[in-house]
């Protein structure tokens, strides 16, 4: 996304004509020096530094198109979306030609999830200037979470197009191929993501794996991304070990336990202990390609992780009860794809009262207190309480006889074991979960019930109430 604070983010001319009170000597000498500053604290991540910078050169140009701009991008990095959408309105006010503009003012929308007005924005800069390669880039994020695959990959294409050195473009592009069900293609693209500037590199001696024969040797596998991609895509280790390898995983310390268990893994290291001697090693979510799966061809899907045998989570019946159901609701991170995910815990009150479920929380984290704030104890037994890594969630997973959760690890977890899963997606789905249809590509237990539109949960939770056989709400 066109989001560089500097100088270059708007046409040169436009800051000419964005100042309605001219700046001379000294003054304009100190004006630029200090947005330089500013745009320094922005470009370092001192999003607080930048944005007070910001505001205080407001004060002398109230009407400079690039302050409103830049201090839109840093409010929008610091999740304060509608004061973002705000002022990128007033720096396209004060250049209503320049094609940054529209595609920034588009970019902070759909960060708001106005994907209908941000996609209007970002035509209308690619309008302005048919050669405008980040409006294509910025377009086609917006037509991908509007599940507008087609257009977004086109878009995609013209992006690199005009820009093959566009890193950021060939991982977004990729992506779009996976959420398409073009898995074989998408995976291989997917491994441009590897250079882009913040991609984790392995700090190891020992030469990474190309895919080639790997009997008789050992190799770790290590975490690249989240918690929810070391459950989902551990499954390939199997494969190496098929193939005669020495299977050792390097994973976060909450996975460790719940790892150790699983019978095609030899050694489980958590981060920060002593690695072992390996030969090879290759990132968890890089297996799907480098395995080279033929996707094409009916593939099995079992079970292929399971609580430890041993374990205090001990979860209670009742007579009347049909159905123990856990349920979770809140993404951890507070960053804006977190909150998207998240479900409001009063909507799994909704749920509450039925004698014939009994309903146990799985949540963790600091939204565990919001059974307590909703006056919910007797209704949803906390769980997550108890929970401190993922083998004991597991077990208190193995058994339910439901879960029903947001796109979170939990989630991941209840579906490779074989739990019957329900997940909570937002309108603009992960592509970890492809695009398209209630069944999960990697789970023959999981389905998907998805937002028709941006923030409807209400959709969401009537079809859960039909499936759960609960009569409508009045």
């Given at each position: 996304?066109?989001?560089?604070?500097?100088?270059?983010?708007?046409?040169?001319?436009?800051?000419?004509?964005?100042?309605?009170?001219p700046l001379f000597g000294n003054e304009a000498d100190t004006f630029a020096q200090q947005l330089r500053l500013a745009a320094q604290a922005h470009r370092a991540g001192r999003l607080d530094e930048a944005i007070a910078s910001y505001l205080k050169l407001l004060?002398?140009?109230?009407?400079?198109?690039?302050?409103?701009?830049?201090?839109?991008?840093?409010?929008?990095l610091a999740g304060k979306l509608d004061a973002s959408v705000s002022h990128h309105r007033l720096a396209l006010a004060a250049d209503p030609g320049n094609p940054a503009l529209h595609s920034n003012l588009g970019n902070a929308l759909r960060a708001a999830s106005c994907?209908?007005?941000?996609?209007?924005?970002?035509?209308?800069?690619?309008?302005?200037?048919?050669?405008?390669?980040?409006?294509?880039?910025?377009?086609?994020?917006?037509?991908?979470d509007l599940g507008r695959l087609d257009e977004a990959i086109g878009c995609?294409?013209?992006?690199?197009?005009?820009?093959?050195?566009?890193?950021?473009?060939?991982?977004?592009?990729?992506?779009?191929?996976?959420?398409?069900?073009?898995?074989?293609?998408?995976?291989?693209?997917?491994?441009?993501?590897?250079?882009?500037?913040?991609?984790?590199?392995?700090?190891?001696?020992q030469p990474p794996w190309d895919g080639g024969p790997i009997g008789g040797k050992r190799i770790l596998l290590y975490p690249e991304q989240g918690l929810?991609?070391?459950?989902?895509?551990?499954?390939?280790?199997?494969?190496?070990?098929?193939?005669?390898?020495?299977?050792?995983?390097l994973c976060q310390a909450l996975l460790k336990d719940l790892l150790a268990a699983a019978d095609f893994i030899d050694q489980v290291v958590a981060e920060g202990e002593p690695l072992p001697p390996f030969d090879l090693?290759?990132?968890?979510?890089?297996?799907?390609?480098?395995?080279?799966?033929?996707?094409?061809?009916?593939?099995?899907?079992?079970?292929?992780?399971?609580?430890?045998?041993d374990s205090r989570i001990k979860l209670g019946r009742t007579d009347q009860a049909r159905l123990r159901v856990g349920v979770y609701w809140a993404a951890t991170s507070g960053r804006s794809s977190g909150l998207r995910r998240s479900v409001p815990f009063q909507r799994f009150m909704e749920l509450a009262g039925d004698?014939?479920?009994?309903?146990?929380?799985?949540?963790?984290?600091?939204?565990?207190?919001?059974?307590?704030?909703?006056?919910?104890?007797?209704?949803?037994?906390?769980?997550?309480?108890?929970?401190?890594?993922?083998?004991?969630?597991?077990?208190?997973?193995?058994?339910?006889?439901?879960?029903?959760?947001?796109?979170?690890?939990?989630?991941?977890?209840?579906?490779?074991?074989g739990v019957r899963t329900w997940v909570l997606s937002p309108s603009t789905v992960d592509w970890r979960w492809l695009l398209g249809g209630e069944a999960a590509p990697w789970y023959p237990s999981a389905r998907l019930f998805r937002q028709p539109g941006p923030g409807d949960w209400d959709a969401v939770f009537a079809a859960a109430r039909r499936e759960l056989h609960l009569p409508k709400q009045a």
């Open positions: 996304m066109n989001d560089t604070p500097s100088l270059h983010t708007l046409r040169p001319q436009s800051l000419a004509s964005s100042a309605p009170t004060a002398v140009r109230p009407h400079h198109a690039e302050l409103h701009n830049n201090l839109g991008v840093a409010l929008r994907l209908g007005e941000a996609v209007k924005h970002h035509f209308q800069s690619i309008s302005l200037d048919r050669d405008y390669g980040e409006g294509f880039f910025n377009l086609a994020l917006c037509l991908r995609f294409g013209r992006a690199l197009t005009l820009n093959s050195d566009n890193r950021r473009a060939r991982v977004e592009l990729a992506i779009a191929l996976l959420m398409r069900g073009e898995l074989a293609q998408g995976f291989a693209a997917y491994e441009a993501r590897k250079r882009l500037p913040e991609a984790p590199a392995p700090d190891f001696t929810g991609d070391v459950l989902l895509f551990v499954r390939f280790a199997r494969e190496l070990k098929r193939r005669g390898a020495t299977v050792l995983v090693h290759a990132s968890l979510v890089s297996l799907p390609h480098l395995c080279r799966i033929d996707f094409d061809a009916p593939i099995s899907h079992p079970p292929y992780l399971k609580p430890p045998t004698p014939e479920l009994l309903m146990f929380s799985l949540q963790g984290g600091v939204h565990q207190k919001d059974i307590q704030q909703f006056g919910a104890g007797g209704l949803v037994h906390d769980v997550g309480r108890g929970i401190f890594d993922f083998a004991e969630a597991a077990t208190a997973l193995a058994q339910l006889d439901l879960l029903i959760s947001i796109d979170a690890p939990i989630a991941h977890l209840a579906a490779a074991m």
